[in-house]
């Protein structure tokens, strides 16, 4: 089946840096989404990407759907605390299934 | 709106007994899902529903059944518990846009 490869796999960064985060995949997707998981409950929706190329942000954080259509990155702009959770990327072709990435753990230091 | 919720939150079971999780959802979406979650395996599909009445195969769907008898409901049912289904489960429900909301998820234990 198709695979996600999220990098990094942990993230231990201090308060006010930047961080990015990146999947790619061997196959194409017509769909990118970046959801974010809090300890203990279930992943929110970040941000929607639907168009090759598409570069969408929200708040801090910034996603571009890659040309080639078998990346996306996430970046996240002057990192605070509450930013600490776990980053899933999720890829879709057609259809309505999603195919995660392993996520990203992110720890921020105050 | 209460968005989409997970029935119950936590359960432990011994080897072989069985449950149903319910999830429920309040905003009209067609599609539904069922996910578990391990840790460093991310999120696995287990079965999810197109619509009322209509149910599908996900990437690990052995050892579970699911049934979408109403548009707002869908069951997860374990029919014989066992260790490898300790797990957190995760219920999410989806837009015409393709975008999936995720429910807080149930706890379960199989001893």
């Known amino acids: 089946g198709q695979q996600l490869n999220q990098s990094p796999q942990s993230m231990f960064i201090q308060e006010g840096e930047d961080v990015s985060m990146n999947c790619t995949s061997s196959?194409?997707?017509?769909?990118w989404l970046w959801y974010k998981q809090d300890p203990g409950e279930g992943p929110v929706l970040l941000i929607a990407?639907?168009?090759?190329?598409e570069l969408t942000s929200n708040g801090r954080l910034t996603a571009q759907f890659g040309i080639t259509r078998k990346d996306s990155f996430l970046n996240i702009s002057a990192s605070i605390p509450s930013d600490v959770g776990i980053y899933f990327c999720?890829?879709?072709?057609?259809?309505?299934?999603?195919?995660f990435g392993e996520g990203t753990q992110l720890t921020v230091n105050p | 709106n209460a968005g989409v919720t997970q029935t119950p939150k936590f359960r432990v079971l011994k080897t072989g007994q069985s449950m149903t999780l319910l999830c429920a959802q309040d905003?009209?979406?067609?599609?539904m899902y069922w996910y578990r979650q391990d840790p460093g395996m991310g999120l696995r599909l287990i079965h999810y529903?197109?619509?009322?009445?209509?149910?599908a195969k996900g990437e690990v769907p052995d050892g579970y059944n699911v049934s979408r008898l109403k548009k707002q409901n869908f069951l997860l049912g374990l029919e014989s518990a066992a260790p490898s289904q300790t797990s957190v489960y995760f219920c999410?429900?989806?837009?015409?846009?393709?975008?999936?909301?995720f429910g807080p998820g149930t706890r379960l234990l199989v001893l």
């Open positions: 999410a429900s989806g837009t015409l846009k393709r975008t999936q909301y």
């Open positions: 196959s194409i997707f017509n769909t």
């Open positions: 990407l639907y168009k090759a190329g």
């Open positions: 999720a890829g879709q072709t057609s259809g309505s299934r999603l195919t």
């Open positions: 905003m009209n979406h067609e599609y």
């Open positions: 529903s197109v619509g009322e009445g209509t149910t």
